[in-house]
């Protein structure tokens, strides 16, 4: 299956935080997306393994997924390393994406850069014709996606360009509420146990705050803001909005 998008992200969740509206919205209008999360988050203080990937299995229901794949790296302890790369280059040449969502280029947890840059690594040597690769025992073509964009994280970017996700704001959070036992809700199981840094309300009301304030600099209610590694480029001045 070719997608035009692949959302490519260290832990399951992070994609719904950091770019589920924008996600919804290119489904909307037709376009196939797909998230491969790199490990199961089974380092986390709440759930496990098994229910995380039970929670992102609901949560690409909601966003509209054409596929969601998870690769089981080691939480924490994955690398970018040459065995890590070829096994990313795999997944990217089998869907074959114009455009690569991934992690922030820095962020409070270190996983979320080192996704980032393994991402960015991955998607440059898919495209050498001499890296050989295999799935499902056929033979691999190169690829390389056109773009690459990282999403925005707890810590503050300032991004380079910001998607209006108004629309589709509440289908986000409802996609971000799959995880039941990671954040907090009127009914979440997330009101028990010890609470971390993101079980907690007042970290549902900074995930509110950011879109307003993303949305707020563009003019619109909300927004999701990305970081671009390459120069960006349009063919016509009137599909820039103010």
Same mark, same amino acid.
């Given at each position: 299956m070719k997608l035009d998008m692949l959302v490519l992200m260290a832990h399951p969740d992070d994609a719904e935080l950091g770019c589920a509206g924008t996600?919804? /919205?290119h489904v909307k209008k037709g376009f196939k997306v797909g998230v491969v999360d790199f490990t199961q988050g089974e380092l986390? #203080?709440?759930? !496990?393994?098994?229910?995380?990937?039970?929670?992102?299995?609901?949560a690409a229901k909601i966003m509209g997924l054409s596929v969601r794949k998870n690769m089981k790296f080691r939480d924490g302890f994955f690398l970018n390393d040459e065995q890590h790369q070829y096994e990313v280059i795999k997944v990217i040449r089998r869907f074959q994406p114009e455009i690569i969502l991934a992690n922030a280029i820095q962020d409070r947890h270190p996983d979320h850069a080192k996704?980032? @840059?393994l991402t960015v690594k991955a998607s440059f040597l898919s495209g050498l014709k001499k890296i050989e690769t295999t799935w499902e025992g056929k033979q691999q073509g190169a690829w390389r996606p056109t773009k690459i964009y990282h999403i925005i994280q707890s810590r503050f970017i300032e991004p380079d360009f910001s998607v209006d996700v108004s629309d589709f704001w509440e289908e986000k959070m409802q996609s971000i509420f799959a995880y039941k036992t990671q954040?907090?809700?009127? !009914?979440?199981? /997330?009101? @028990?146990?010890?609470?971390?840094?993101? /079980?907690t309300p007042d970290f549902m009301k900074f995930i509110e705050g950011r879109g307003r304030e993303l949305g707020?600099?563009?003019?619109?209610?909300?927004?999701?803001?990305? #970081?671009?590694?390459?120069?960006?480029?349009v063919s016509n001045l009137f599909e820039l909005v103010q």
């Open positions: 996600i919804i /919205s986390g #203080t709440r759930g !496990d393994a098994e229910t995380r990937m039970k929670e992102a299995e609901a996704g980032a @840059e954040f907090h809700t009127a !009914d979440a199981a /997330s009101t @028990e146990g010890e609470q971390t840094f993101i /079980s707020k600099n563009i003019g619109v209610e909300y927004a999701e803001g990305f #970081t671009k590694g390459q120069p960006l480029g």
